[in-house]
């Protein structure tokens, strides 16, 4: 379930293109045309068309659609994958989908990298949200204290990720162990800075949590290595660099 919301989650490879339609297939294939998303019991599907030909796609054979500036991703959720808005995206992302007998995106989901979800309640809010970013003490206690509300949901994401990754800096910068798996890993960082790559930013925040995790001599979390892979596959200019990395990870 992890990994398939990573490669949902994880908003791969979100590129900075044309405001037009279009979708980005798992193998990272972009197909432009009218997109519709069609909701099903269990998966939605899309449907688009290309050179006045009809392709249909289920969930989970795409990473991300673009329709009328608007993106959504594919998001695993009680037992279903549903193409959800992606309202802020990041180590913690918000989402926006349909409620029960809806056809509006009014529901909201807030998503972590490691898998964990919660849909934002409107009972007990403070409570509830507070302790599903306990991770990041000084928002959750904000959440908690009421400084933060449920309207402003964007300002607590941006607050959480932003926290994550001083966190990193902080582990980074606190311990500065280095081995061959460091090594690999600032091989790659230094591959995907110079590059002109879409999800540049992303592969970097994900690099700088593994760096962080291997010099504090911790277990690299899955959800990383597999979100690494995402974001990278069929992309033969990083393959030497990434798989020394991966195959140090075994």
Partial sequence: MRNILLLLFLIAGLPLMAQDNYLVTKQGDTLRGDVRILSYDVMDRAAIKVGGKKKNFTAIE??????????YSPVQYENTIRFMQVIQAGYLSLYGFKPENSQSYDGRLLGKMDGSKLEVPNIQFKRILGGFLEDCESVSEKVKGGDYGRDQLKEIVVAYNDCVK???????????????LTDAIYKLRAKVDGSSLASKKDVLDLLTSMDAKARLKEPVPGYLTEGLKSYLAGKPEFEQELNTVLGLLN
């Fill in 62 to 71: 795409v990473r991300t659609i673009c329709t009328d500036s608007t993106w």
């Fill in 166 to 180: 001083e966190q990193n800096k902080k582990s980074v910068i606190a311990v500065s162990n280095a081995s061959p």
